[in-house]
């Protein structure tokens, strides 16, 4: 079946910087990458998802790579704020959702 | 438009036991996934259903085990309760059957059990 790795598994960066985490996935059919954020005490919520045929996608603050032929996608959240801290979790999917393990996000005032 | 809604939020038993969780979908969503989530394993996939059949299964022990009703409402029971079962367990409720359609997963906020 599919192995999604997913690192930092925590990241501290200040308020106004920038955040990446990336994921790399093994089955190639996989054809589905979104990110889902969870915040404390809530289940998880997607802020963007990607598909395999394309290879950038952007939402204001928040933006997704993907590589196929490398197999890697990342999300980029720039101007980070208070409100960015959560665990942010990213998937591959084909006939089922492949989670990473997750990244504890903390921006700093 | 209401959420997934989740029952009961947090449980306590006793290993051997057995628990019964439910899981109300968003409406018009038919399809309802079961995820199991720990400290350091991220969300595991246990099973989903769709229209009442089980369509996908996870790598669980038979003592996992779920349903669902005619009105996409679903159901998973553990059997003979361990200590490692102590997790959150997180609902999804989509439009689609993941394999034909992947789409937006629409998380519950979980019920958390603590088995002892």
């Known amino acids: 079946g599919e192995n999604v790795e997913q690192h930092p598994s925590t990241l501290s960066v200040q308020e106004g910087d920038s955040a990446v985490i990336k994921c790399t996935y093994s089955?190639?059919?996989?054809?589905?990458f979104p990110w889902y954020k969870q915040e404390l005490g809530k289940g998880p919520q997607l802020i963007i998802d990607?598909?395999?045929?394309?290879g950038e996608k952007k939402d204001q603050r928040i933006a997704v790579t993907l590589n196929k032929t490398a197999k890697h996608f990342s999300l980029h959240i720039t101007e980070t704020q208070p409100e960015d801290s959560a665990v942010y979790f990213c998937?591959?999917?084909?006939?089922?959702?492949?989670f990473g393990t997750g990244t504890s996000l903390t921006v700093i005032p | 438009k209401a959420g997934v809604t989740q029952t009961p939020r947090y449980l306590i038993k006793t290993r051997g036991q057995q628990v019964t969780l439910s899981c109300s979908p968003i409406?018009?969503?038919?399809?309802v996934s079961w995820y199991q989530q720990t400290p350091g394993q991220g969300l595991q996939f246990l099973f989903e259903?769709?229209?009442?059949?089980?369509?996908n299964k996870g790598n669980f022990p038979g003592r996992f085990s779920g349903r669902q009703f005619s009105n996409s409402r679903s159901e998973m029971n553990v059997s003979t309760l361990e200590l490692g079962d102590s997790a959150l367990y997180l609902c999804?409720?989509?439009?689609?059957?993941?394999?034909?359609?992947?789409?937006?997963?629409?998380f519950g906020e979980g019920s958390r059990l603590t088995v002892l």
């Open positions: 999804a409720s989509s439009l689609a059957l993941t394999r034909t359609g992947t789409g937006e997963l629409f």
């Open positions: 259903y769709f229209s009442e059949t089980q369509r």
């Open positions: 990607i598909r395999s045929n394309v």
């Open positions: 409406s018009g969503h038919r399809s």
């Open positions: 089955d190639s059919a996989s054809n589905y």
């Open positions: 998937a591959a999917t084909g006939n089922q959702f492949y």
